[in-house]
C-alpha cells in the first residue's frame, strides 16, 4: 500500500531555520491514484511547527476510500478524519550537515538529509489504523452462499437448503426428533 508521497513532501530547510514555535500552513486536497493506494482523495489542513529537536505535524485530514466488504466482497465508500499529531526529527544537523541520531525515546518520522518532511508514510499509517478490521459494507450484510456464490443481498439462493456439515449430523439429528 502506498500513497503518493510527492503530494506530501514538504522542504522545511527555510522553517528550521526560524525560532520554535514558528509555523507554515498547508492545505492538502488531492486525488490519488495507482494501483497500491488506500484511499482516492485527502484533503484538509497540514500545520507544520518548528520544535526544539525538529517538526511537529498537525493535521486533519479527510480521506475517500473504497474497502471491499468481508462479507459480500462488493466495494462501497468509507469516508474517514485523521486527526495527525506527529514529530518529525532532523537526521542531519542544519549547520554543519553531519548526520546525528534520533532523540532518545522518539517514534517519530525523520527529515531527510534534503530537509524534506514526507509525509506519507505517516498518512499511511493512519489510514491502516482507522480502516475496520473486517469491513462490513453494512452491519446487515447477508454475505455470499457457501455453496453456489450468490451475493444474498441482491438475490435468493438457487441452490436450496444448504446441506448439513457432517460434523454437525448426530446434533441435526436430535433436532429433527424434537421437532417431531
Same mark, same amino acid.
Given at each position: 500500500?502506498?500513497?503518493?508521497?510527492?503530494?506530501?513532501?514538504?522542504?522545511?530547510?527555510?522553517?528550521?531555520?526560524?525560532?520554535?514555535?514558528s509555523?507554515?500552513?498547508?492545505?492538502?486536497?488531492?486525488? /490519488? !491514484?495507482? @494501483?497500491? +493506494?488506500?484511499?482516492?482523495?485527502?484533503?484538509? %489542513?497540514?500545520?507544520?511547527?518548528?520544535?526544539q $529537536?525538529?517538526?511537529?505535524?498537525?493535521?486533519?485530514?479527510?480521506?475517500?476510500?473504497?474497502?471491499?466488504?468481508?462479507?459480500?466482497?462488493?466495494?462501497?465508500?468509507?469516508?474517514?478524519t485523521?486527526?495527525?499529531?506527529?514529530?518529525?526529527?532532523?537526521?542531519?544537523?542544519?549547520?554543519?550537515?553531519?548526520?546525528?541520531?534520533?532523540?532518545?525515546?522518539?517514534?517519530?518520522?525523520?527529515?531527510?538529509?534534503?530537509?524534506?518532511?514526507? /509525509? !506519507?508514510? @505517516?498518512? +499511511?499509517?493512519?489510514?491502516?489504523?482507522?480502516? %475496520?478490521?473486517?469491513?462490513?459494507?453494512?452491519? $446487515?450484510?447477508?454475505?455470499?452462499?457457501?455453496?453456489?456464490?450468490?451475493?444474498?443481498?441482491?438475490?435468493?439462493?438457487?441452490?436450496?437448503?444448504?446441506?448439513?456439515?457432517?460434523?454437525?449430523?448426530?446434533?441435526?439429528?436430535?433436532?429433527l426428533?424434537?421437532?417431531?
Amino acid at each position: 500500500m502506498a500513497v503518493d508521497s510527492l503530494i506530501m513532501q514538504y522542504n522545511v530547510a527555510q522553517l528550521l531555520e526560524e525560532p520554535i514555535g514558528s509555523s507554515r500552513s498547508y492545505q492538502l486536497d488531492e486525488t /490519488l !491514484s495507482g @494501483v497500491e +493506494r488506500v484511499a482516492d482523495r485527502l484533503c484538509g %489542513p497540514v500545520r507544520l511547527s518548528k520544535t526544539q $529537536e525538529g517538526v511537529l505535524v498537525d493535521a486533519q485530514l479527510d480521506v475517500d476510500a473504497v474497502l471491499t466488504c468481508g462479507r459480500c466482497l462488493g466495494e462501497y465508500p468509507l469516508n474517514l478524519t485523521l486527526d495527525i499529531e506527529e514529530e518529525f526529527f532532523l537526521m542531519v544537523d542544519l549547520d554543519t550537515g553531519h548526520r546525528m541520531s534520533a532523540p532518545v525515546d522518539s517514534e517519530g518520522a525523520q527529515i531527510d538529509e534534503a530537509f524534506t518532511l514526507d /509525509l !506519507s508514510e @505517516v498518512v +499511511r499509517q493512519y489510514i491502516i489504523t482507522d480502516t %475496520p478490521m473486517k469491513p462490513l459494507c453494512r452491519a $446487515e450484510c447477508s454475505g455470499l452462499c457457501q455453496n453456489c456464490g450468490a451475493n444474498l443481498n441482491l438475490q435468493e439462493c438457487q441452490c436450496g437448503k444448504p446441506a448439513i456439515d457432517p460434523r454437525w449430523g448426530d446434533l441435526a439429528g436430535l433436532l429433527l426428533q424434537e421437532q417431531n
